[in-house]
């Protein structure tokens, strides 16, 4: 049975002011004289030629798996699929322009955030850092108490589904399982324990669907939607995968909540915080092979009897030094949508201001000289930057703002003064990004690169230009293809 992994909360969140249902009726009626099998197979090829937004794609998706009817292709079915759409795209101008006229980067941010959900800048480099990160002894143990495989072996497992799916929208179900593989890592009891993690009957999925889609203002938003957390549909002898982006991240990060990292009763907050920090420092020295700068890992010190410590990571050189913090905190389901983000954003963002009043706080103590292993030098550069493991989007001004008066506001109550915004300006990246960037910080410098990407010239033309480097791709073919 169907049950939500994503939210800790029961229940309605919030209650809409807006609602389209009667705007979604006509729609609906169309939808079930569609064809299921067929319609998907045209939302996927739509999707794959990038034809059909992605939260269009997503919402035909979903409603086409709950009202579809129709036992046999209907002579018009091509006609009626097209109308669907036309209203489909009608209907998602109509709810986003009110959006767009009274909360514009509020809906910007939300959009993003629903656009890009599955997005990482590598599958290689995405794959093997949440490896990296939950392979983590005391992570790693619990994972594989929780899922009863080694955690390596079902991302093996997960990595195959995900290669055959990115190819192929349905797929007998016999071609996983069976004992042909039964002495290699895809044996039928491996795959089936996959398949039991990633998958969930058609039956389980529509309800889970049917309890939890709204149709007001986040009507194209999916976020904790049980299609993202069960990516791969068990329809009897067929397997149905929609979304292999979504499939690739659930069996990467959707591990945090199959396991329930994030429960208190099971203690892994700070193994989990600190092998996301470890994971940055590998990063960072991957991309200083050449040793051009000296990154540090964090130092302890004393001051007036209390045992302090800096940053999870410094990066310094004779023109410079940046404070790195790290952070595995993710941004609230609320947090991402129209409606119910008043709930919890203003929450979230504090968390990450409060990370930058340390670094503030951090970057004091070295100017006052109060770190002997670290002594000021007036001619350096100073920075400070956050590194969250999931994407918020801080960028967009409405969530920058917020951010500016939080930091502002906390440096005034620790009696820091608003100049130090000025001389030491802080960043916010995820992992994902950071990991692009990086590179070219480390290349230019990273005050510079600030410099210049305040200035508008690391652009595209820039980016694509640059020799970026592959972090893992020699660790990822021994691990998950030499088997």
Same mark, same amino acid.
């Given at each position: ?20 249902? $009667?705007?979604?009726?006509?729609? #609906? %009626?169309?939808?079930?004289? &569609? ?11 739509? @999707? ?21 009817? +129709?036992?046999? !292709?209907?002579?018009?079915?091509? &006609?009626?699929?097209? $109308? ?28 993003? /955030? ?11 480099? +995405? ?39 990115? #190819? ?8 996983? /399982?069976?004992?042909?593989? $039964? ?6 009891? %491996? ?21 939890? &889609? ?5 009507? =194209? ?64 020295? @991957?991309?200083?092979?050449? %040793? ?30 940046? =404070? ?5 905190? #993710? ?6 949508? /129209? ?42 550069? !100073? ?7 999931? *994407?918020? =989007? ?9 951010? $500016?008066?939080?930091? #502002? ?9 608003? *100049?130090?915004?000025? &001389? ?25 690169? =600030?410099?210049?990407? @305040? ?29």
């Amino acid at each position: 049975m169907y049950e939500e992994r994503y939210s800790t909360k029961k229940g309605k969140l919030y209650t809409s002011e807006m609602d389209y249902f $009667d705007e979604f009726k006509p729609i #609906r %009626n169309k939808i079930r004289r &569609l064809h299921l099998n067929t319609t998907l197979e045209r939302i996927r090829l739509l @999707k794959g030629r990038g034809e059909v937004l992605p939260e269009i794609a997503e919402f035909l998706f979903v409603n086409v798996l709950l009202y579809s009817e +129709a036992s046999n !292709i209907p002579k018009q079915q091509d &006609l009626i699929f097209n $109308d669907v759409l036309r209203r489909c795209n009608e209907l998602s101008g109509k709810v986003y322009s009110k959006k767009i006229d009274s909360m514009i980067w509020r809906w910007l941010h939300a959009l993003a /955030l629903t656009q890009l959900k599955s997005h990482y800048n590598g599958y290689i480099n +995405a794959t093997y850092r949440y490896f990296l990160i939950f392979s983590d002894p005391q992570l790693k143990l619990h994972i594989e108490q929780c899922i009863g495989i080694s955690y390596v072996d079902y991302l093996r497992c997960a990595l195959w589904l995900h290669a055959v799916f990115s #190819r192929e929208l349905k797929v007998p179900k016999s071609y996983f /399982l069976g004992k042909k593989n $039964d002495r290699t890592v895809f044996s039928e009891a %491996n795959m089936s324990k996959a398949l039991s993690l990633l998958s969930l009957p058609l039956k389980e999925i529509k309800e889970g669907l049917r309890s939890s &889609l709204t149709y007001d203002d986040d009507m =194209f938003i999916f976020h904790g939607k049980p299609h993202l957390e069960y990516p791969i549909i068990d329809d009897n002898e067929y397997l149905y995968c929609m979304f292999p982006e979504h499939l690739h991240a659930q069996l990467l990060s959707g591990i945090y909540y199959i396991a329930k990292i994030y429960d208190p009763k099971n203690n892994l907050s700070n193994p989990f915080g600190k092998s996301f920090e470890n994971y940055v420092g590998t990063i960072l020295n @991957k991309t200083n092979e050449s %040793n051009k700068l000296d990154v540090l890992e964090e130092i302890k010190f004393n001051y007036k009897g209390n045992q302090l410590k800096t940053s999870d990571w410094i990066v310094s050189s004779d023109k410079e030094i940046v =404070f790195i913090e790290c952070k595995t905190k #993710r941004l609230r389901m609320p947090s991402k949508t /129209l409606e119910a983000y008043s709930d919890t954003l203003d929450e979230d963002i504090d968390f990450i201001a409060k990370a930058l009043i340390q670094l503030y706080k951090i970057v004091h103590h070295y100017k006052s000289g109060n770190i002997p292993k670290l002594l000021f030098d007036p001619n350096k550069e !100073i920075s400070v930057l956050v590194v969250t493991l999931e *994407e918020w =989007f801080i960028g967009g001004p409405d969530i920058k703002e917020k951010l $500016d008066l939080a930091v #502002r506001s906390k440096l005034q109550q620790e009696q820091i003064g608003l *100049e130090v915004l000025e &001389l030491c300006p802080y960043q916010c990246y995820s992992i994902d990004n950071f990991e692009i960037d990086n590179q070219i910080m480390f290349n230019l410098g990273f005050a510079e690169f =600030f410099r210049k990407q @305040k200035k508008g010239e690391i652009d595209e033309t820039f980016r694509k230009s640059f020799p970026f480097m592959d972090y893992h791709e020699t660790e990822f073919k021994e691990t998950f293809l030499r088997l």
